[in-house]
């Protein structure tokens, strides 16, 4: 591929074989099929079968699928249907998540212009853009969307609008000069990219390329990369095959066993079926599904739309933000910030809205007694194009610039455009660098003119402060643009202003433009958000560290990260990245706070070197640069509001608000769902592995199994469900912020976790296998019963103990989780009812118990709220330990 930015016009038609009327139709037809259709390959993802099949890929939902085709086998057919009526409804919910997330190449086909104005052997016409090919020439005016990558050969006053695709916040002015072959994409001034829009004026250009070779094609090719896995997906892939393992050893051992001892095949095949019911907490996916889509609810009301259920626990892990500049930190929308008289003019307000004072060391001016200021003010809004209006907010029509000088007039009370009728203009050129026009005003005829203030100051031989009128010196220039540069060290882009006044319209611009009155610079910004500092230092206190991404200038940038105190390390630019091997950038990852010009490339080389040093990874963006990243990290947020239907589709989650303090809450909420995933995950697996032991510790020393496989069942899916349900939505605790993220590699059950959850498993072992030992006299059936009951009240009891490990049961408050309370009365209901009702009686084969066989049962059970209370504060005492250090 050329460097078609780098070539001279005449060159770049030469070796594109085409000429100042076009291509014919005949050589069109033949690029044609030589080349292809102007088109976006299309993802071939998954269809709607294997996204479901797909819901079944996992060791926990295999061995349930396992212990139901035993079941069914053994002719425990009642415990096979709820185990497959559970795994049916994951898969169903998961399925309707997971359906349009392969739609991220449908919204970036949208972007291409359905139309192209295409000069075909000299004559102007209109074809769909699919028919483009090299060589064409095209023709572009404000409005258009560009339809291919094309180098311009003539330009009017064109700008295009590409934030977007380089992340470039302000229009960018396009000329057929070349520019130098290092060039990064945002400075390539000289070409135009499909997707983009013009914003201002006209041109013509030769397409360069193409469908997939445009630049929005090889970011369509990077957005087909296998997304990340999901951190809680992994875990809970971890635990699963944990779990699968430890039931298939132990049930082999009861099978093997019971063989030996000469026990029917059949009877021990029902055995093990039990034992495999027992050993998986049916209802886990389930709980953890469920945690995950009340948490999604509770975002959206925070203006946070969750599209993948992973990624409200992955954000709650997250270690690294790296966020977009333009729309994320900042408004997106340009402001002047200060006016330069001969003295610093503050301006206060913000974005477009037309509000705000002007002030001078603090104190509110009088502009009516101000002439430069007053005079600075005026040029900027006749030397002007654009317009603001309300439509559910203020916007600029035009150029975002001189949209914001718009503004600047309206905060000044100054409507001039209302009365001063246009003659002339001259507009602004990459070669003039400067605007100018003549009005009819009511003193008479005016010249105003804004552009760089090197351009401006050459035209002047007058400027205009608070003294009044008089010539200007070399003293004066110097100072001028010491000024200037001072400006634009603070991320401020800055325009000077300058008039006179004319006795009749003059036709020679160069005597027009000359012996102007210099009254003033303009300093404007897309300023930040007035709420990302606070969310920044949040995000600091819980071990976030933020990341600066932009295409912006390396100046603006690190003046933007220095406003928002996020400036911690190096800034980076694009081209020493473009210099940097993969290993050097992983060296220096860690060091750097911003990375400016960067690409779309740039943000994938990024994202890898932060996960290569462990990492869990937050990309925010709003372009269709941005998607390829999106869909590497973590997880990808994109924008609401501004952002490009290419970057919502290829996202994990959705900013309804386009506030970055909204990711701060996102991270909470994800701290606490990951943390109630964590406590209903223990609470489960608590109940499980007693269910296991006691069964296989029975079979062992040669006593009957102590619990039916249907018992073992019930308590899994309905008298140990509900309270679970209660632990998924327990409320954040304080403090949950002001922690580091916890390791990303560390198992849901983490090792002083994983000792908790055997120590009150041990509790509910000893307790039921000890109540059905001390009944055994009583009967198999009535030991069973008294077995069952024990192991729903200590069930029950973990639950409620559960509900924090930083906190003892008498610290917590009663009524803090109305929902778990409900799953509790739920539990103990159903417990009761297996027992009491006669048509459970039958099918459970239980038995009422007597008051003194319950007074065992509680009194018993207690056993497990003071195991976990003894755990709980030798899990505080090793956490406090290991903070300290």
């Not at 449908?106 to 102007?124: H, N």
């Not at 990309?619 to 609401?640: E, K």
Request: charged fraction near 20%; glycine fraction near 8%; include cysteine.
């Amino acid at each position: 591929m050329a460097n078609w930015h780098a070539l001279p016009p005449e060159e770049a038609l030469k070796l594109l074989n085409s000429g100042p009327d076009g291509l014919t139709d005949a050589e069109a037809a033949s690029r044609l099929e030589r080349f292809g259709p102007n088109d976006l390959a299309r993802i071939s993802g998954p269809g709607p079968v294997r996204i479901l099949l797909r819901q079944f890929e996992n060791y926990m939902v295999i061995v349930l699928m396992a212990a139901a085709v035993i079941s069914w086998l053994s002719g425990e057919r009642s415990n096979a249907i709820v185990v497959l009526g559970i795994l049916l409804f994951i898969a169903i919910l998961g399925f309707v998540q997971e359906y349009r997330a392969e739609r991220a190449m449908e919204a970036l086909r949208k972007m291409v212009a359905p139309e192209a104005r295409v000069f075909r052997s000299g004559k102007l016409i209109t074809l769909p853009a699919r028919d483009l090919v090299p060589g064409d020439l095209i023709y572009l005016e404000a409005g258009d969307i560009i339809p291919a990558d094309a180098r311009i050969l003539d330009a009017a006053a064109l700008k295009t609008v590409e934030s977007s695709l380089t992340g470039e916040s302000t229009p960018v002015r396009k000329s057929p000069d070349p520019v130098e072959e290092g060039a990064p994409l945002a400075d390539r001034s000289s070409m135009v990219f499909m997707g983009t829009m013009v914003i201002y004026g006209n041109g013509k250009a030769v397409v360069t390329s193409t469908g997939s070779d445009t630049e929005i094609g090889r970011i369509s090719g990077m957005i087909q990369e296998t997304p990340a896995e999901p951190p809680l997906k992994i875990r809970l892939q971890q635990l699963s095959k944990s779990l699968a393992v430890l039931v298939f050893i132990a049930a082999l051992v009861v099978f093997s066993i019971q063989v030996y001892r000469g026990y029917p095949v059949l009877d021990t095949l029902l055995i093990a079926a039990a034992l495999a019911v027992a050993g998986i907490p049916e209802a886990l996916p389930f709980v953890v599904t469920l945690a995950l889509a009340y948490g999604t609810q509770s975002m959206a009301r925070r203006n946070a739309i969750v599209r993948r259920l992973p990624a409200v626990e992955t954000l709650g892990s997250t270690t690294v933000i790296c966020t977009d500049k333009t729309g994320t930190l900042t408004r997106g929308e340009m402001t002047v910030r200060e006016v330069w008289c001969g003295c610093r003019v503050e301006v206060t307000g913000s974005g477009y809205v037309p509000e705000g004072v002007f002030r001078v060391n603090g104190s509110e001016i009088d502009l009516g007694s101000d002439a430069a200021v007053r005079e600075t003010i005026i040029t900027g809004a006749l030397c002007n194009n654009s317009e603001i209006v309300f439509e559910d907010g203020w916007h600029v029509v035009g150029d975002p610039t001189e949209g914001a000088l718009i503004v600047l007039a309206r905060k000044a009370g100054l409507d001039v455009r209302e009365m001063c009728r246009e003659v002339t203009e001259y507009p602004f050129a990459s070669d003039t660098r400067r605007m100018t026009t003549v009005h009819e005003c009511d003193s008479g005829l005016r010249v105003s003119m804004k552009g760089a203030v090197e351009v401006v100051l050459e035209r002047c031989a007058y400027m205009m402060d608070s003294t009044g009128l008089k010539p200007l010196t070399d003293v004066d220039r110097r100072r001028i643009l010491e000024i200037a540069d001072e400006m634009a060290g603070r991320a401020l882009r800055v325009l000077a202003a300058a008039f006179k006044r004319i006795e009749s319209e003059e036709p020679d611009r160069e005597v027009l433009e000359s012996d102007l009155i210099f009254t003033g610079l303009f300093g404007m910004m897309d300023p930040p958000r007035d709420e990302v500092c606070g969310a920044i230092d949040v995000c600091k206190k819980a071990g976030i560290r933020p990341v600066m991404i932009t295409g912006d200038h390396k100046r603006t940038a690190e003046a933007i990260a220095s406003e928002l105190r996020m400036l911690n390390g190096e800034v980076l630019d694009g081209s020493e990245l473009d210099s940097m091997s993969d290993q050097e950038l992983s060296d220096r990852i860690e060091r750097i706070s911003v990375f400016s010009r960067a690409t779309a490339e740039h943000k994938m080389r990024i994202i890898k070197a932060l996960k290569e040093h462990g990492h869990v990874v937050a990309m925010t963006g709003d372009g269709v640069n941005d998607a390829p990243a999106l869909r590497s990290a973590d997880i990808g947020i994109a924008m609401g509001r501004t952002g490009t239907d290419v970057s919502k589709e290829a996202s994990d989650m959705v900013l309804a608000d386009d506030n970055f303090a909204t990711i701060v809450a996102a991270v909470e909420e994800g701290r606490r769902i990951y943390e109630n995933i964590r406590k209903a995950s223990s609470y489960m697996l608590a109940v499980t592995f007693a269910e296991v032991a006691v069964i296989l510790i029975a079979v062992l020393v040669g006593l009957p199994a102590p619990l039916l496989a249907l018992q073992i069942l019930w308590i899994n899916v309905v008298a140990e469900d509900f309270p679970a349900i209660g632990l998924a939505v327990e409320p954040a605790r304080s403090g949950i912020m002001n922690e580091r993220p916890r390791n990303p590699k560390e198992p849901i059950l983490s090792r002083d976790l994983l000792i908790y959850t055997i120590g009150t498993s041990a509790a509910m072992l000893i307790g039921t296998l000890g109540l059905f030992l001390l009944n055994i006299d009583g009967g198999l059936g009535y030991a069973r019963t008294v077995a069952f009951a024990s192991l729903g009240i200590c069930a029950i009891y973990n639950a409620y103990s559960s509900r924090s490990f930083h906190h003892s049961v008498l610290q917590m408050n009663p009524m803090g989780n109305r929902k778990l309370l409900a799953g509790i009365v739920t539990s103990l209901a159903s417990v009761l009812m297996v027992i009491y009702v006669p048509v459970f009686q039958g099918a459970f084969e239980t038995l009422p118990l007597t008051m003194n066989s319950w007074l065992q049962v509680w009194l018993v059970s207690t056993i497990v709220i003071v195991v976990a209370e003894v755990l709980k504060r030798s899990m505080l005492k090793a956490s406090k330990t290991c903070a300290s250090h």
